[in-house]
């Protein structure tokens, strides 16, 4: 069962800018951490950002700080990602998750949406 949607993934060039939304389908997890997640062709599933439950902790994986921004709306039990600076190295299908345990590994999350691809051209 998908718990989470993945929304506004696509094509951009190297530069540019990019927003994800994940809504809820099932429960908003307004009182669980939230986390992006992603996976280029090949590679493991990669840490990319994390927020806990009230917003007010942050953290990201290296490749993306200071150019990605992962925010939180627990009425509407949404959780974005602002990404910046886009490199085409940040080309993977990107996945949003949900954990009652805030943290950087796959293993504290549940709760999984279906993934979104993010293309980033040279």
């Known amino acids: 069962q998908v718990h989470m949607v993945e929304i506004g993934g696509g094509l951009v060039q190297a530069g540019g800018s990019l927003s994800l939304s994940c809504a809820p389908s099932t429960h908003t997890f307004s009182t669980y951490a939230k986390a992006w997640f992603r996976q280029a062709p090949g590679k493991e599933r990669e840490f990319v950002a994390a927020?806990?439950?009230?917003?007010?902790?942050?953290s990201y994986g290296d490749s993306v700080k200071g150019r990605f921004t992962i925010s939180r709306d627990n009425a509407k039990g949404t959780v974005d990602l602002q990404m910046n600076s886009l490199k085409p190295e940040d080309t993977a299908v990107y996945y949003c998750?949900?954990?009652?345990?805030?943290?950087?590994?796959?293993?504290?999350?549940?709760?999984w949406g279906q993934g979104t691809q993010v293309t980033v051209s040279s």
């Open positions: 927020i806990n439950w009230s917003g007010k902790i942050t």
């Open positions: 998750a949900a954990g009652q345990f805030y943290g950087s590994s796959r293993t504290n999350y549940n709760y």
